[in-house]
Protein backbone atom coordinates (compact mmCIF):
# COMPACT_ATOMS: atom_id res chain seq x y z
CA UNK A 1 0.00 0.00 0.00
CA UNK A 2 1.52 3.45 -0.67
CA UNK A 3 1.18 5.54 2.35
CA UNK A 4 -0.61 8.81 2.13
CA UNK A 5 0.90 12.01 1.04
CA UNK A 6 2.85 13.86 3.86
CA UNK A 7 0.35 16.76 5.39
CA UNK A 8 2.64 20.12 5.57
CA UNK A 9 0.81 23.22 7.23
CA UNK A 10 0.08 25.72 5.22
CA UNK A 11 2.18 28.19 7.58
CA UNK A 12 5.55 25.80 7.37
CA UNK A 13 7.36 28.11 5.60
CA UNK A 14 9.82 27.16 2.59
CA UNK A 15 13.31 25.59 3.32
CA UNK A 16 16.01 27.98 3.70
CA UNK A 17 13.04 30.87 3.56
CA UNK A 18 14.85 34.31 3.39
CA UNK A 19 11.63 36.27 5.16
CA UNK A 20 11.05 36.31 8.69
CA UNK A 21 8.12 34.23 9.79
CA UNK A 22 5.86 37.22 10.42
CA UNK A 23 6.75 38.83 7.00
CA UNK A 24 6.67 35.92 5.07
CA UNK A 25 3.19 34.65 6.66
CA UNK A 26 2.08 38.62 5.85
CA UNK A 27 2.71 38.38 2.13
CA UNK A 28 1.50 34.28 1.57
CA UNK A 29 -1.47 35.79 2.26
CA UNK A 30 -1.76 38.02 -0.78
CA UNK A 31 -2.35 37.01 -4.74
CA UNK A 32 0.78 37.40 -6.32
CA UNK A 33 1.91 36.92 -10.42
CA UNK A 34 4.25 34.35 -11.06
CA UNK A 35 4.18 33.84 -14.96
CA UNK A 36 2.37 34.61 -17.86
CA UNK A 37 -0.15 32.43 -19.02
CA UNK A 38 1.68 31.85 -21.96
CA UNK A 39 4.25 30.79 -20.18
CA UNK A 40 2.52 27.23 -19.17
CA UNK A 41 1.55 24.96 -22.02
CA UNK A 42 5.21 23.85 -23.75
CA UNK A 43 6.62 20.61 -23.28
CA UNK A 44 7.70 20.51 -19.64
CA UNK A 45 5.68 21.97 -16.93
CA UNK A 46 6.78 25.28 -15.56
CA UNK A 47 8.63 25.78 -12.70
CA UNK A 48 8.45 29.32 -10.73
CA UNK A 49 9.61 30.51 -6.69
CA UNK A 50 7.20 32.52 -4.99
CA UNK A 51 8.41 33.60 -1.57
CA UNK A 52 11.10 30.84 -1.73
CA UNK A 53 8.12 28.20 -2.31
CA UNK A 54 9.21 26.18 -5.47
CA UNK A 55 6.24 25.70 -7.82
CA UNK A 56 5.19 23.72 -10.78
CA UNK A 57 2.71 25.05 -12.91
CA UNK A 58 0.63 23.25 -15.92
CA UNK A 59 -2.76 23.07 -17.23
CA UNK A 60 -5.67 20.31 -16.60
CA UNK A 61 -9.01 20.01 -16.44
CA UNK A 62 -9.61 23.48 -17.62
CA UNK A 63 -7.52 25.68 -15.25
CA UNK A 64 -4.06 26.16 -14.00
CA UNK A 65 -2.49 23.67 -11.51
CA UNK A 66 -0.25 25.06 -9.39
CA UNK A 67 1.70 22.86 -6.39
CA UNK A 68 4.96 22.50 -4.46
CA UNK A 69 7.29 21.18 -6.82
CA UNK A 70 7.74 18.13 -5.68
CA UNK A 71 7.03 14.60 -6.78
CA UNK A 72 5.28 12.85 -3.59
CA UNK A 73 6.11 9.42 -4.48
CA UNK A 74 10.57 10.20 -4.07
CA UNK A 75 10.50 14.00 -3.63
CA UNK A 76 11.94 14.97 -7.08
CA UNK A 77 10.83 18.02 -8.94
CA UNK A 78 7.95 17.57 -11.18
CA UNK A 79 9.47 20.21 -12.95
CA UNK A 80 12.06 17.92 -14.30
CA UNK A 81 9.33 16.02 -16.02
CA UNK A 82 7.26 16.09 -18.94
CA UNK A 83 3.59 17.20 -19.74
CA UNK A 84 1.49 14.98 -22.08
CA UNK A 85 -2.03 16.23 -22.58
CA UNK A 86 -3.41 17.31 -19.49
CA UNK A 87 -0.73 15.24 -17.62
CA UNK A 88 2.73 15.76 -15.45
CA UNK A 89 4.97 12.83 -15.91
CA UNK A 90 7.49 12.67 -13.20
CA UNK A 91 10.63 12.06 -15.02
CA UNK A 92 12.14 9.56 -11.97
CA UNK A 93 9.45 6.79 -12.19
CA UNK A 94 6.91 7.97 -14.41
CA UNK A 95 4.01 9.05 -11.70
CA UNK A 96 1.36 11.03 -13.45
CA UNK A 97 -0.53 13.59 -12.75
CA UNK A 98 -3.56 15.69 -13.47
CA UNK A 99 -6.11 17.96 -12.83
CA UNK A 100 -6.33 19.13 -9.11
CA UNK A 101 -2.85 17.75 -8.92
CA UNK A 102 -4.42 14.31 -8.23
CA UNK A 103 -2.24 11.32 -9.13
CA UNK A 104 -3.76 9.20 -11.88
CA UNK A 105 -1.03 6.41 -13.08
CA UNK A 106 1.80 4.80 -11.34
CA UNK A 107 3.28 2.79 -13.99
CA UNK A 108 5.63 0.49 -11.93
CA UNK A 109 2.52 -1.18 -10.44
CA UNK A 110 -0.73 -0.20 -12.77
CA UNK A 111 -3.14 -2.38 -11.18
CA UNK A 112 -2.97 -0.34 -7.97
CA UNK A 113 -5.70 1.69 -6.88
CA UNK A 114 -4.56 5.07 -6.70
CA UNK A 115 -6.08 6.77 -3.28
CA UNK A 116 -7.28 10.09 -3.79
CA UNK A 117 -4.70 11.73 -1.10
CA UNK A 118 -2.14 10.65 -3.50
CA UNK A 119 -2.13 13.97 -4.73
CA UNK A 120 0.36 16.67 -5.33
CA UNK A 121 0.22 19.78 -2.65
CA UNK A 122 -1.19 22.43 -4.39
CA UNK A 123 -2.03 26.08 -4.01
CA UNK A 124 -4.47 28.46 -4.95
CA UNK A 125 -3.56 29.66 -9.07
CA UNK A 126 -6.39 31.78 -10.94
CA UNK A 127 -5.30 33.32 -14.37
CA UNK A 128 -6.17 37.20 -15.11
CA UNK A 129 -4.71 39.07 -17.39
CA UNK A 130 -2.79 37.45 -18.94
CA UNK A 131 -1.09 36.27 -16.21
CA UNK A 132 -1.01 33.27 -13.67
CA UNK A 133 -1.57 34.30 -9.87
CA UNK A 134 -0.52 32.24 -6.88
CA UNK A 135 -2.05 32.78 -3.44
CA UNK A 136 0.28 30.47 -0.77
CA UNK A 137 -2.25 30.95 2.42
CA UNK A 138 -5.87 28.97 1.86
CA UNK A 139 -7.49 32.37 1.52
CA UNK A 140 -6.38 35.56 -0.19
CA UNK A 141 -7.01 38.15 2.06
CA UNK A 142 -8.25 40.50 -0.86
CA UNK A 143 -9.28 39.73 -4.52
CA UNK A 144 -7.32 40.33 -7.52
CA UNK A 145 -6.31 43.58 -8.97
CA UNK A 146 -9.05 45.34 -10.89
CA UNK A 147 -7.37 46.14 -14.05
CA UNK A 148 -10.15 45.17 -16.76
CA UNK A 149 -8.69 47.41 -19.35
CA UNK A 150 -6.45 44.59 -19.67
CA UNK A 151 -8.83 42.41 -21.04
CA UNK A 152 -9.80 45.23 -23.78
CA UNK A 153 -9.45 43.83 -27.45
CA UNK A 154 -9.23 47.72 -29.11
CA UNK A 155 -5.94 48.32 -26.83
CA UNK A 156 -2.52 47.51 -27.87
CA UNK A 157 -1.95 44.83 -25.39
CA UNK A 158 1.51 43.57 -24.32
CA UNK A 159 3.96 42.09 -21.92
CA UNK A 160 7.34 41.83 -21.10
CA UNK A 161 9.22 39.76 -18.65
CA UNK A 162 11.67 41.80 -17.44
CA UNK A 163 14.20 39.15 -15.46
CA UNK A 164 15.01 38.27 -12.25
CA UNK A 165 15.74 41.41 -10.18
CA UNK A 166 18.66 40.94 -7.15
CA UNK A 167 16.21 43.30 -4.54
CA UNK A 168 13.25 42.81 -2.90
CA UNK A 169 9.86 43.90 -4.43
CA UNK A 170 8.99 46.41 -1.96
CA UNK A 171 12.01 48.44 -2.61
CA UNK A 172 11.26 47.51 -6.55
CA UNK A 173 7.62 48.94 -6.26
CA UNK A 174 8.68 52.31 -4.20
CA UNK A 175 11.00 53.09 -7.03
CA UNK A 176 8.60 52.32 -9.45
CA UNK A 177 6.29 54.46 -7.51
CA UNK A 178 8.98 57.22 -7.19
CA UNK A 179 8.66 60.73 -8.31
CA UNK A 180 11.80 62.25 -7.30
CA UNK A 181 14.35 59.89 -9.39
CA UNK A 182 12.94 60.89 -12.61
CA UNK A 183 14.93 63.82 -13.09
CA UNK A 184 18.09 61.72 -12.14
CA UNK A 185 18.02 58.75 -12.94
CA UNK A 186 16.00 59.08 -16.54
CA UNK A 187 18.05 61.51 -17.91
CA UNK A 188 18.77 59.43 -20.64
CA UNK A 189 15.37 58.49 -22.02
CA UNK A 190 13.03 61.08 -20.92
CA UNK A 191 13.78 63.17 -17.71
CA UNK A 192 13.93 66.47 -17.36
CA UNK A 193 17.33 67.53 -15.67
CA UNK A 194 15.47 71.33 -15.58
CA UNK A 195 12.35 70.13 -13.79
CA UNK A 196 13.67 67.87 -10.58
CA UNK A 197 11.43 69.55 -8.15
CA UNK A 198 8.20 67.74 -7.21
CA UNK A 199 5.06 69.40 -6.83
CA UNK A 200 3.05 68.53 -3.65
CA UNK A 201 0.49 65.62 -4.06
CA UNK A 202 -1.99 64.07 -2.17
CA UNK A 203 -2.18 60.12 -1.47
CA UNK A 204 -5.05 58.32 -1.21
CA UNK A 205 -4.64 54.64 0.77
CA UNK A 206 -7.25 52.33 0.90
CA UNK A 207 -8.20 48.68 2.17
CA UNK A 208 -6.62 47.50 -0.96
CA UNK A 209 -4.66 49.79 -2.41
CA UNK A 210 -2.81 53.78 -2.91
CA UNK A 211 -3.58 56.52 -5.85
CA UNK A 212 -1.83 59.41 -6.74
CA UNK A 213 -1.93 61.62 -9.69
CA UNK A 214 1.03 63.81 -10.95
CA UNK A 215 2.04 66.22 -14.07
CA UNK A 216 5.27 66.18 -15.11
CA UNK A 217 7.12 67.50 -18.15
CA UNK A 218 9.22 65.44 -19.81
CA UNK A 219 11.48 64.48 -22.83
CA UNK A 220 9.69 63.02 -25.64
CA UNK A 221 11.13 60.09 -27.11
CA UNK A 222 11.40 60.14 -30.37
CA UNK A 223 12.64 57.12 -33.03
CA UNK A 224 15.68 55.17 -32.21
CA UNK A 225 15.55 56.33 -28.78
CA UNK A 226 16.29 59.73 -29.25
CA UNK A 227 15.58 62.66 -26.59
CA UNK A 228 12.49 64.77 -27.95
CA UNK A 229 11.23 67.98 -27.39
CA UNK A 230 9.58 68.33 -23.60
CA UNK A 231 6.05 67.42 -23.17
CA UNK A 232 3.69 67.94 -20.93
CA UNK A 233 2.21 64.76 -18.90
CA UNK A 234 -0.21 63.45 -16.01
CA UNK A 235 0.76 60.22 -14.20
CA UNK A 236 -1.87 58.29 -12.33
CA UNK A 237 -0.25 55.72 -10.04
CA UNK A 238 -2.44 53.15 -8.55
CA UNK A 239 -0.78 50.26 -6.25
CA UNK A 240 -2.95 47.25 -5.53
CA UNK A 241 -1.09 46.39 -2.28
CA UNK A 242 1.52 44.19 -1.60
CA UNK A 243 3.31 45.51 -4.99
CA UNK A 244 1.73 45.71 -7.98
CA UNK A 245 1.10 49.02 -10.05
CA UNK A 246 -0.87 50.40 -12.73
CA UNK A 247 0.69 53.48 -13.96
CA UNK A 248 -1.36 55.57 -17.01
CA UNK A 249 0.77 58.38 -18.36
CA UNK A 250 -1.22 60.47 -20.26
CA UNK A 251 0.36 62.29 -23.39
CA UNK A 252 -2.76 64.17 -23.84
CA UNK A 253 -6.56 63.28 -25.27
CA UNK A 254 -6.38 59.69 -26.48
CA UNK A 255 -2.64 58.79 -25.90
CA UNK A 256 -2.63 57.15 -23.10
CA UNK A 257 0.09 54.19 -22.19
CA UNK A 258 -0.75 52.00 -19.40
CA UNK A 259 2.00 50.20 -17.51
CA UNK A 260 1.27 47.23 -15.35
CA UNK A 261 4.23 47.16 -12.93
CA UNK A 262 4.32 42.96 -11.53
CA UNK A 263 7.06 42.47 -9.23
CA UNK A 264 7.09 38.89 -8.05
CA UNK A 265 8.39 38.34 -4.87
CA UNK A 266 10.74 34.77 -5.27
CA UNK A 267 12.86 35.67 -2.42
CA UNK A 268 13.16 38.46 0.25
CA UNK A 269 16.19 39.36 -2.28
CA UNK A 270 15.26 38.67 -5.69
CA UNK A 271 12.60 39.90 -7.34
CA UNK A 272 10.81 38.39 -11.30
CA UNK A 273 9.94 41.22 -12.64
CA UNK A 274 7.13 41.02 -15.29
CA UNK A 275 4.83 43.62 -17.02
CA UNK A 276 1.53 43.92 -18.97
CA UNK A 277 1.77 47.47 -21.09
CA UNK A 278 -1.62 49.04 -22.89
CA UNK A 279 -1.55 51.77 -25.08
CA UNK A 280 -4.44 53.44 -26.97
CA UNK A 281 -2.65 54.96 -29.65
CA UNK A 282 -0.36 53.95 -32.68
CA UNK A 283 -2.48 50.82 -32.97
CA UNK A 284 -1.22 49.96 -36.33
CA UNK A 285 2.28 49.95 -35.37
CA UNK A 286 3.89 47.07 -33.93
CA UNK A 287 4.24 47.13 -30.19
CA UNK A 288 8.08 46.42 -30.31
CA UNK A 289 8.77 49.76 -29.93
CA UNK A 290 6.75 50.17 -26.82
CA UNK A 291 8.79 47.23 -25.21
CA UNK A 292 12.14 48.57 -25.67
CA UNK A 293 11.51 52.00 -24.63
CA UNK A 294 10.06 50.58 -21.47
CA UNK A 295 13.10 48.36 -21.06
CA UNK A 296 15.55 51.36 -21.88
CA UNK A 297 13.43 52.94 -18.89
CA UNK A 298 13.69 50.10 -16.54
CA UNK A 299 17.28 49.30 -17.38
CA UNK A 300 18.35 52.58 -15.77
CA UNK A 301 16.26 51.80 -12.64
CA UNK A 302 18.00 48.51 -11.83
CA UNK A 303 21.46 49.56 -11.02
CA UNK A 304 19.69 51.51 -8.50
CA UNK A 305 17.08 49.10 -6.78
CA UNK A 306 19.81 46.68 -6.96
CA UNK A 307 22.22 48.64 -5.10
CA UNK A 308 19.88 49.94 -2.56
CA UNK A 309 20.69 48.68 1.16
CA UNK A 310 19.46 47.04 3.00
CA UNK A 311 17.72 45.28 0.41
CA UNK A 312 14.38 44.88 2.88
CA UNK A 313 12.45 48.18 2.68
CA UNK A 314 12.85 49.35 5.80
CA UNK A 315 9.23 49.69 7.24
CA UNK A 316 10.68 51.56 10.75
CA UNK A 317 10.87 55.30 9.12
CA UNK A 318 13.28 56.79 11.76
CA UNK A 319 15.70 54.22 9.77
CA UNK A 320 16.07 56.58 6.42
CA UNK A 321 15.64 60.13 5.36
CA UNK A 322 12.58 61.49 3.92
CA UNK A 323 11.01 64.33 2.44
CA UNK A 324 7.79 66.33 1.24
CA UNK A 325 8.38 64.31 -1.98
CA UNK A 326 8.36 60.87 -0.66
CA UNK A 327 4.70 61.08 0.08
CA UNK A 328 3.84 58.05 -1.37
CA UNK A 329 6.51 56.03 0.35
CA UNK A 330 5.97 56.97 3.56
CA UNK A 331 2.40 55.91 3.34
CA UNK A 332 2.98 52.51 1.67
CA UNK A 333 5.84 51.89 4.44
CA UNK A 334 3.03 52.49 7.04
CA UNK A 335 -0.05 50.64 5.19
CA UNK A 336 2.69 47.48 5.10
CA UNK A 337 3.23 47.32 8.68
CA UNK A 338 -0.79 47.60 9.27
CA UNK A 339 -0.38 44.29 6.86
CA UNK A 340 2.25 42.75 9.53
CA UNK A 341 5.22 43.18 7.82
CA UNK A 342 8.47 44.48 9.18
CA UNK A 343 7.36 42.86 12.60
CA UNK A 344 10.61 41.81 14.67
CA UNK A 345 11.36 37.77 14.29
CA UNK A 346 8.54 36.04 15.40
CA UNK A 347 10.39 32.53 15.39
S1 LIG B 1 9.95 10.58 -7.61
FE1 LIG B 1 8.40 11.02 -8.99
S2 LIG B 1 7.69 9.15 -9.65
FE2 LIG B 1 9.20 8.63 -8.19
FE1 LIG C 1 12.39 54.87 -12.75
Redesign the pocket.
Known amino acids: MPSPPLARPAALLPRNCTFTPSDWAALAAFWHPVCFSSDIGGPRPFAATLLDEKLVLYRAGGRVVAAKDI??????P?SF?RVEGEEVV??????RYGAGGQCVK?PAQPDLAIPKKLCLQTVLAEEKYGVVWVCLAGEPRQPLPSWPELDDPRLMQMKMAAGIWKCSAARHTENFNDLAHLSFVHVGTFGNPDRPEVPRYDVEVGPEGMHFEADYDRHSIEDFGRKGPVEHIHYTYDLTFPFYTRLRICFGRDRNFVAYNLPSPASARETNVLFRLTRDFDLDKPEDSSIALQNQVISEDRPFVEAQRPEELPLDLSEEFHIRADRFSTCYRHALVGFGLGGEFAS
Open positions: CIHRGVLGCAYHGFI
